[in-house]
Each structure stands twice: as C-alpha cells, then as structure tokens.
C-alpha cells in the first residue's frame, strides 16, 4: 500500500540553525500539507501546497518557515532559524485530486536545543 | 470559530464496553468531519469520515453520529478492544480549502 514517508525520522539541532524537513507523498496525491504537533498537545496545520505554490497557511507559518517541492517526488519543510518552540513533531500529509482524504506520514521528530 | 472542541481528554474502557468521544464546532463552513487513530510514534491514520448531509455513518465497530444543528459529532467504538488503545481526534475541513482543524484528542485505553 502506497504511504507518505518522511525523513529525517529525529533531527535535533541548536537553536538559530536551519532545518529541511524532508517528505515523499503518495505519488499519484496533487495536494501536500504540513502539520506540526507540540508533544502532549494537539495536531496543528502549518501550510498547504497545490500546483506549486502555497494555497493556504497558518498564522504559525511565518517569514521563518518555507516549503519547497524541489522535484517530482520530494516535498520540503525550511525552518529558516530554529527556536526552541520549533520543538515538535513534523507531520507531512498529502491528497488525491478529487479526494478528501488526508493521508499522513509517520512525522519527523525535531528537537531544537 | 475555527476551533474544534473534543472531550474527554482520556477514557477507559472496558474490553467489549463502548467508548463515546464526542466533539463540537462552531463554524458552520466546516463540511468534512474525519476522526483519525493515533499510535505512539505514528502519524494520524483516517478511520473513518462523515459529511455534514448524513446523521450516522457506519464502518465495521466504528460509527460516527452527526447533529447538524447542534454542530456536534461523536465517535462509538463498540466491542472495543485492547488494541483500539491509542489517541483519537476528531478534525474538520472547511468548505473554503483542504486544511484539517483538529480537536484536541482523547487518550483511549482499553483493558483487557
């Protein structure tokens, strides 16, 4: 069965570093979202992307976050200067044209110390 | 108005009992109302998802009950089992884009 991956599954960084957070959505999916979930707390939307631009986002996707999808496959998250709220886990979620199923990844832990 | 409400915040369940976990919104644009299961070091996986024109939708031990005009909606497991142990949340989708508001999850554990 097809799935979103993501990679790295723990990143821990120093605060002020940059970060790529990296995904892979389901291949035949049109629609790439990022969520983050602060531990303990709930699962929160960052951004959406659809036919290579941003579609929405949140009032948490400020000037230090970027997305990218550098080529067919691959879908990324820049924290351009990381602070210790960034600590979080990371979830990459993508969709079919027609679809409203979100289908997610198994997150990338990011640790900012 | 975009905040989804769910409670409780953790519920035990006896094996073969019922688990409710119910959730309420506000805004009236939200057209798409999915619970997703989450286990410890995994991602949200769909269970089960209902729009705003039925009342009930069944899948196997999972139902979602939907009241339109109270705007709340609820999640049955029933015969639940040990391995339904994990966090649901309920979330919303608004007829105006694709971002899931989700509420703020509910701890099941359920004892053998």
């Known amino acids: 069965e097809p799935e979103v991956t993501q990679t790295p599954s723990h990143q821990v960084t120093q605060m002020g570093q940059e970060v790529i957070l990296r995904c892979v959505p389901i291949s035949n999916h049109l629609y790439f979202y990022w969520y983050r979930q602060i531990l303990g707390q709930k699962v929160e939307f960052l951004v959406s992307?659809?036919?290579?631009?941003?579609?929405?986002k949140s009032e948490i996707f400020d000037d230090q976050f970027s997305v990218e999808r550098p080529d067919g496959s691959n879908f990324t998250l820049k924290i351009r200067s990381t602070k210790l709220e960034d600590s979080a886990m990371y979830f990459c979620?993508?969709?079919?044209?027609?679809?409203?199923?979100?289908?997610f990844g198994p997150g990338t832990r990011l640790t900012v110390l | 108005q975009q905040q989804v409400k769910q409670s409780p915040q953790s519920l035990i369940v006896q094996k073969g009992g019922i688990s409710i976990i119910n959730c309420a919104y506000e805004?009236?644009?939200?057209?798409?109302f999915p619970w997703y299961q989450q286990f410890p070091g995994k991602g949200p996986a769909l269970l089960i998802a209902?729009?705003?024109?039925?009342s009930e939708k069944k899948e196997g031990r999972f139902t979602i009950s939907f009241n339109k005009s109270a705007k709340q909606f609820s999640l049955h497991i029933m015969d639940s089992q040990p391995g339904d142990s994990a966090t649901y949340f309920c979330?919303?989708?608004?007829?105006?884009?694709?971002?899931?508001?989700f509420g703020g999850g509910t701890r099941l554990m359920v004892k053998p």
């Open positions: 992307f659809y036919n290579n631009e941003i579609s929405e």
């Open positions: 805004n009236t644009a939200f057209d798409y």
């Open positions: 979620a993508s969709t079919a044209q027609g679809s409203h199923e979100q289908f």
């Open positions: 209902i729009r705003p024109d039925v």
């Open positions: 979330a919303a989708r608004s007829n105006a884009g694709n971002m899931l508001t």
